[in-house]
């Protein structure tokens, strides 16, 4: 990288101290003095004329050297590049499962629009598509009907008014939570879904209460710290609202009373954690987008950033695995599942996964993991192997037990 | 701990393999600009010199009255001033280039001081990127307005290739409307580099020409036809000469004959054949992938992604996750969901579940501490009975049962 940024700084040196257009601007000016000259004394034509040649010529010259010196930069450049990029080719185009999935692929990017608060990009996205399609349709009514049928469907799939307007309630409420500090209709929100909210087991409602009482014992709209005025509002907040969450969370709502009388000295406190958490706006915002949208059954960021970020992380291991099957000509033999281990962070785990500790089988719907009455789990097909119907001892602990005995288990 | 720390740990120079075409195109760009320079150049000099000469001469034999000297001086002068005027706008192209490599540059050069996948300068890193192949997927499938305001808003302009792109999609929308003209143009001014090309759009389209004219049909046309595949079609005699007997062919069939390949050679499908072919040359060209680098990214991502459960019968998307306080998995969310069906998925050696987990009468497996919590959160749960989050069943705490996972 840095050799192509030295490479790219020389170039553009050379590019902006280039003299060829000086030269050429040179040529002119010999060639409308001597025309001048010529004009002036006609009978000296001849000799101005012949004094001109070499000038004219050495400085179409020095116009090529100065062309050819660009050539050369240009020329190191490619070299660099092709020295960063090397042995790194795209990922084979062979078979792109994608490209006939193209609807799915722009409703993925419309969604991810609307909820990134694009509202305007994403509208003039849909209805490109809309058009294009439409286009589509003149044309394939043409040619086949069958391409007709498929631009119907595609219509339908578009995101409905719904999404967006989900998606502008979700904005305007962040919107009035990170720029304003103002968390009532986060959590008039809140109130509104608490059932769903419960069910979930999210703590949502009562974060947002919180902090809304810790903001107005910091003196509320005008933040100068712990004040007579801030206590009074917070106190006066706590009892209208605390009592719903007595049942479910005394220990944190003691807490929150129980800070009043630290009120000169919080800092120092054991309530310090609550009061001056510096993170908590930002905390409580992404605790509010994760809720949003688990109830809209969709996940709290972007999927399709997650998945292009853990696209470029595997697309080395990838691409490796490429190089390394062409050179053994191996094939890889199971469709479903990718043949090597793609190095993810573990953040980008979502999911339990069990892996069969005799087959080393990633458990499936076809495939259940199964415990046995000791406790130990394995996959049915390795069970299946292992008992032939028949008792059988665990392969982990002295335990027998007969198949039958397994239950199937859920992750 | 170790095998955390090198998961998360991020390797610049692996990493950069989706930005290729960032660099490259702009160089390509730049190169193409620098030889349009070269051959004005050239142009210029070979008129130039030689008739300086002539005059030169001409005013020595004295067969020339000053008028004449003065007249072709005149035009001398006119013409170095028409190349300065050319030189000096490419000149400006070539600068316009160059900083926008720079910013790219820069742009992925901030990738290198970042340590780690965790970081949040990477997260902002690869939202940039994100927002550079949504741009660079929308240009190649013509949104072209929607890839403009989308950069305008996130100010990513120097990133994206929007004019490249813009101009490729209007040749190939011509060429779907039955007109050559600008892809022939096209071709012109990359001659030299079509000739490394694999495809010959050249021929390809000069071919379509003369198909035009024999579907006319009338004779005066017809003379046109042989006319133009003399001069346009057999050049090309030694590579493609199967086709251009089978051009020959097309002379005896009506257009609308059933015979093959005459039959397909007078198909209006040839058209979107050619807008393709088109699009593919342009894109080698321009070392641009021929398929959208989002749907590379995409590809490999959701594989690695997606786990058996993403599809499964048995689970809900929201509930089966790693903790219930995390969000739901993408790979389950109604966006991708459909897109990841066919994919496979990652490969795990090693199970992955909380490290106490306890199974439930119905078979689901939990963390035990994050059930027993979320249950005391929930206020229509009795004290020391336990809900299972995904189900909604509610079942005694001594009905959980350990479970050994290997």
């Not at chain 1, 014992?217 to 004040?227: L, T, V």
């Not at chain 2, 096209?186 to 759009?201: I, P, T």
């Amino acid at each position: 990288m840095d050799l192509v940024q030295k490479e790219h700084e020389r170039l553009l040196k050379k590019s902006k101290g280039s003299q060829s257009i000086n030269h050429v601007q040179a040529t002119i000016d010999m060639l409308q003095s001597a025309r001048d000259a010529i004009a002036a004394d006609p009978s000296q034509a001849s000799i101005t004329l012949a004094k001109l040649q070499n000038p004219v010529k050495a400085s179409f010259d020095a116009i090529n050297d100065s062309l050819k010196e660009t050539h050369s930069g240009l020329n190191k450049y490619t070299k660099a590049l092709d020295k960063l990029f090397k042995d790194r080719p795209l990922p084979s185009t062979e078979h792109d499962a994608l490209s006939s999935q193209d609807h799915l692929i722009n409703r993925a990017i419309a969604m991810h629009l609307l909820r990134e608060g694009q509202f305007p990009v994403a509208a003039t996205f849909l209805s490109e598509m809309e058009q294009k399609e439409h286009l589509w349709a003149s044309q394939s009514t043409a040619l086949t009907h069958t391409d007709t049928a498929a631009a119907l469907l595609k219509i339908g799939d578009v995101p409905s008014t719904d999404i967006r307007n989900e998606f502008e309630t979700m904005h305007y409420i962040l919107r009035e939570l990170r720029e304003n500090n103002n968390l009532l209709p986060a959590i008039e929100w809140s109130r509104e879904h608490k059932d769903a909210l419960e069910a979930r087991g999210s703590n949502l409602e009562f974060e947002l209460c919180r902090l809304q009482y810790v903001w107005l014992f910091h003196g509320g709209q005008n933040q100068q710290g712990p004040s007579l005025a801030g206590r009074q509002a917070a106190l006066e907040y706590a009892r209208r609202e605390f009592h719903t969450f007595l049942s479910r969370y005394p220990r944190e709502v003691q807490q929150l009373m129980g800070a009043m009388a630290f009120f000169p000295n919080l800092q120092a406190s054991p309530y310090r954690a609550i009061f001056s958490n510096a993170s908590a706006w930002y905390d409580v915002s992404h605790s509010f987008t994760r809720e949003f949208c688990s109830l809209l059954g969709l996940c709290a960021e972007s999927p399709l950033y997650i998945a292009a970020t853990a696209g470029a992380i595997a697309l080395p291991t990838l691409l490796k695995l490429q190089t390394i099957m062409k050179a053994k000509r191996t094939e890889w033999t199971t469709q479903n599942e990718l043949p090597v281990e793609i190095p993810l962070p573990p953040s980008y785990l979502y999911h339990s996964i069990f892996v069969c500790p005799v087959s080393k089988e990633q458990a499936t719907d076809q495939n259940p993991p199964m415990m046995m009455p000791c406790g130990h789990v394995i996959a049915e097909e390795s069970l299946n192997r292992l008992s032939r119907g028949n008792r059988f001892k665990c392969p982990y602990c002295p335990n027998e037990s007969h198949p039958r005995e397994a239950k199937k288990l859920y992750l | 701990m170790a095998s955390e720390l090198t998961s998360t740990k991020l390797n610049a120079e692996n990493h950069l393999l989706l930005d290729q075409p960032l660099l490259r195109l702009p160089h390509e760009l730049a190169r193409r600009n620098f030889k349009s320079v070269q051959r004005i150049v050239e142009r210029e000099k070979e008129y130039v010199l030689p008739a300086l000469k002539e005059v030169t001469n001409a005013s020595f034999s004295e067969i020339q009255n000053p008028e004449q000297t003065l007249a072709a001086l005149d035009t001398m002068i006119s013409r170095m001033q028409g190349l300065k005027r050319k030189m000096e706008n490419l000149q400006e192209e070539e600068k316009k280039i160059h900083l926008q490599s720079q910013k790219r540059i820069q742009h992925l050069e901030s990738l290198y001081n970042i340590p780690s996948l965790a970081d949040v300068k990477y997260d902002m890193w690869s939202r940039i990127r994100l927002d550079r192949l949504l741009a660079d997927h929308m240009l190649r499938s013509g949104h072209t307005e929607s890839a403009r305001q989308l950069a305008q808003e996130k100010g990513i302009e120097d990133l994206v290739d929007l004019n490249v792109f813009v101009q490729c999609q209007g040749i190939a929308e011509n060429l779907h409307r039955g007109e050559t003209k600008d892809a022939l143009q096209w071709c012109g001014e990359n001659k030299a580099a079509l000739k490394k090309s694999q495809y010959n759009l050249e021929f390809e389209l000069r071919l379509q020409q003369y198909i035009e004219m024999v579907r006319v049909g009338d004779k005066c046309k017809l003379i046109d036809a042989r006319m133009h595949a003399k001069k346009y079609l057999t050049p090309y005699l030694s590579t493609q000469s199967v086709e251009i007997h089978r051009a020959a062919g097309l002379l005896a069939f009506p257009q609308d004959t059933i015979v093959e390949p005459y039959r397909s050679l007078y198909s209006l499908d040839r058209w979107s054949h050619l807008a393709d072919l088109f699009i593919r040359t342009h894109h080698e060209l321009l070392s641009v992938p021929s398929r959208p680098l989002l749907h590379i990214a995409l590809q490999a991502g959701l594989s690695a992604l997606k786990t058996p459960s993403c599809h499964s019968a048995f689970s809900s998307p929201s509930a089966n996750s790693l903790s219930i306080a995390t969000s739901v998995c993408p790979i389950c969310s109604t966006e991708l969901n459909e897109l990841a069906r066919g994919m496979p998925y990652a490969h795990h050696t090693k199970s992955y579940l909380e490290n106490d987990p306890i199974v439930l009468p119905n078979g689901r497996i939990y963390g035990q501490q994050r059930l027993l919590d979320m249950s005391k959160k929930l206020g229509s749960v009795e004290a020391g009975k336990v809900k299972d989050p995904t189900t909604g069943e509610v079942f005694h705490e001594g009905e959980m049962k350990k479970v050994f996972i290997m």
